[in-house]
């Protein structure tokens, strides 16, 4: 009997390993083609030479992005927005998630706040009063219309709250005892004890800053101001080589649309590429600890 359950869960460990390992391949093969397309030269895309490595190998589409300023410029915009809303949404999530955290004898309208804060999760006000909030408080065309409307984000809030609620009340009560405030609880012993939620809490708004194109497409008229997202959808629907520079036209020859698109992608998803394995350790451990609790 003892082997036929060790027998199961090694056929079950199988199974899982198999099925991540399939879905991992399903995940990754678009990325793999897109980076092969961006390596290749036009003519061996054209007649379909490519799949999951170049063919005829070229870095020309590379180098054309290099001189396309709005690329470069849409890059910088997105990011400024990374750095600026990852920090500001953090911020507004740590100073809201503190009180809302507090027993009912410290702070007797917390469950009314909290249904505040969830009420929002169920029901949006909209797109058209979002808008003309913005548009209102003359934010059009700039940086704070980017960052200020997703600086209070309530699943996040939420996980910071479990995640505080779990912290042994007896740190507190110490803390209180020696004559510590709130500020000096907030940041001498919650912060320092908070670093996996706060870690996946950077993650969760690092991606969705950079991986947000539709606020950029509603809240700004100029594509100067384009974050990197909303650039990459305008040239995926359209883009054409007509306003190319007289000095870069010999690259035509070896690069077209398809191969630019597919290196502006791969250039655009490099910078969460690299930065989500040194945050990636503390991923699960923010989710898991951020959950156990309500």
């Not at 505080?164 to 709130?182: K, N, V, W």
């Not at 320092?192 to 996946?200: K, Y």
């Not at 040239?235 to 520079?245: A, H, K, L, P, Q």
């Amino acid at each position: 009997m003892m082997n036929y359950r060790m027998d199961g869960k090694k056929m079950f460990a199988i199974f899982n390993y198999l099925f991540l390992i399939v879905l991992g391949l399903i995940c990754v093969a678009p990325l793999l083609n897109t980076l092969a397309i961006s390596l290749s030269s036009a003519s061996a895309v054209a007649m379909g030479d490519v799949l999951f490595f170049p063919s005829s190998f070229s870095l020309d589409a590379y180098t054309f992005i290099a001189t396309r300023s709005e690329f470069l410029t849409a890059l910088n915009v997105s990011v400024v927005r990374v750095i600026v809303g990852s920090i500001l949404q953090m911020l507004v999530t740590f100073i809201s998630a503190y009180p809302l955290s507090r027993e009912n004898r410290d702070f007797s309208m917390r469950t009314v706040y909290v249904w505040f804060f969830m009420f929002t999760i169920l029901f949006s006000g909209g797109i058209v009063p979002l808008y003309m909030q913005v548009k209102t408080q003359g934010m059009l065309d700039s940086m704070m219309a980017l960052v200020l409307p997703t600086s209070l984000a309530v699943f996040n809030i939420v996980l910071m709250i479990n995640f505080f609620r779990i912290l042994p009340r007896e740190l507190d009560e110490s803390f209180r005892i020696d004559g510590a405030g709130h500020w000096t609880l907030l940041w001498r012993l919650y912060f320092p004890l908070s670093l996996p939620a706060f870690a996946t809490i950077l993650l969760l708004a690092m991606v969705g800053h950079w991986n947000s194109w539709f606020d950029g497409m509603l809240f700004m008229n100029q594509t100067e101001n384009y974050p990197i997202a909303t650039y990459l959808r305008s040239i995926i629907v359209s883009f054409d080589f007509s306003n190319v520079r007289s000095e870069d036209a010999a690259l035509l020859a070896s690069i077209s649309p398809r191969t630019t698109k597919s290196a502006q992608i791969i250039l655009a998803t490099l910078p969460i590429l690299c930065v989500y394995p040194f945050l990636q350790r503390y991923f699960v451990t923010g989710l898991v600890l951020g959950s156990v609790k309500g």
